[in-house]
């Protein structure tokens, strides 16, 4: 297995956390080892060689080489396998930056994928054609994000309190009172869960135990088996409370997961 990371361009900074390319040989379905756990980012990914196998739940859904897969906000567990070996490029794009370039309401693709051609139409298709057609990688991952560019100017429309309200949710790693939130971009709390159901696809507590959890969750590779008390102190009122979190993110009991060999974790943003 390889990966590539790329810097997003500095137009493309507010909304894609993370470029890269990957390259993998055959993964069978239900190897936990591409364990992918709610992150609190949307993706959108390209096989170039190979097909993804999709599962986020107990929902699977088989994308062919050369199709552009969108990914939605996830708040179940989920495994990618490859029947046979794959190449493929993808863009982790963030949570406050998504509306902008899938459009609205997000709910409809929350723990989901789909093919590209169902979200942004002919773009995609015309983007699969070009991107196929381009042999070295720096300059297909070039491509990638000029086309994200002139998607993201032909929607100049900007949210712009609804971006410091995830500001505020990801600042905080998810420990905010939701109020507080409402309170700090003047909102009721109805209207921001309305906004956030429509531009993100979750309402800003799910996405706070998503983030709050995610913050735990990076640390864990760094920390010896059992030792978790030191991380979840600020984050969870008890042990308890974090172990139910990561069996309903990860589907596995935290001494299951440390007996894996997570690929899917290289994709974790620093």
Same mark, same amino acid.
């Given at each position: 297995? @390889? ?11 507010? $909304? ?7 390259? @993998? ?10 364990l992918?756990v709610p992150?609190?980012? $949307?993706? #959108?990914?390209?096989p ?6 999709c ?12 199709? #552009?897969?969108?990914s939605?906000? !996830?708040?179940?567990?989920? =495994? ?6 794959v190449?493929a490029?993808?863009?982790?794009? !963030? ?8 459009? @609205? ?11 590209? =051609? ?18 070295c990688?720096e300059? !297909? ?14 929607? %100049? ?6 971006e410091?309200? $995830?500001?505020r #949710?990801?600042?905080s ?12 971009v ?5 209207? #921001?869960e309305?906004?956030?159901? %429509? ?16 913050? $735990?969750?990076? !640390? ?14 600020d984050?969870?009122f008890?042990? @308890?409370?974090f172990?139910?979190a990561?069996r ?23």
């Amino acid at each position: 297995m @390889s990966i590539r990371f790329y810097r997003p361009c500095e137009e493309l900074r507010g $909304v894609v956390a993370r470029i890269y390319a990957h390259a @993998s040989g055959p993964i069978a379905p239900g190897d936990r080892r591409w364990l992918i756990v709610p992150d609190g980012d $949307v993706k #959108l990914i390209l096989p170039l060689a190979g097909a993804i196998r999709c599962q986020i739940g107990t929902t699977a859904q088989l994308h062919r080489e050369s199709r #552009l897969i969108v990914s939605g906000m !996830r708040t179940l567990p989920g =495994e990618l396998s490859f029947p046979d070996s794959v190449d493929a490029i993808g863009i982790i794009i !963030r949570p406050e930056g998504a509306y902008r370039l899938l459009g @609205s309401p997000h709910h409809r693709i929350t723990n989901a994928t789909f093919d590209g =051609e169902e979200i942004f139409d002919a773009r995609a298709r015309h983007l699969q054609n070009e991107l196929m057609g381009i042999p070295c990688e720096e300059e !297909r991952v070039a491509h990638f994000q000029a086309r994200l560019c002139q998607w993201l100017r032909a929607h %100049d429309e900007r949210d712009l309190p609804f971006e410091a309200a $995830v500001a505020r #949710l990801k600042q905080s790693e998810g420990r905010i009172r939701i109020q507080a939130v409402a309170h700090y971009v003047g909102w009721s709390r109805r209207h #921001l869960e309305r906004r956030f159901l %429509d531009r993100i696809g979750v309402g800003p507590k799910e996405l706070a135990n998503v983030l709050r959890f995610h913050a $735990v969750y990076k !640390r864990m590779r760094r920390t010896a088996q059992g030792h978790y008390a030191a991380l979840i102190q600020d984050h969870y009122f008890d042990q @308890s409370h974090f172990l139910k979190a990561f069996r309903q993110y990860t589907g596995v009991t935290p001494r299951a997961y440390s007996a894996t060999s997570d690929y899917g974790f290289i994709y974790i943003p620093d």
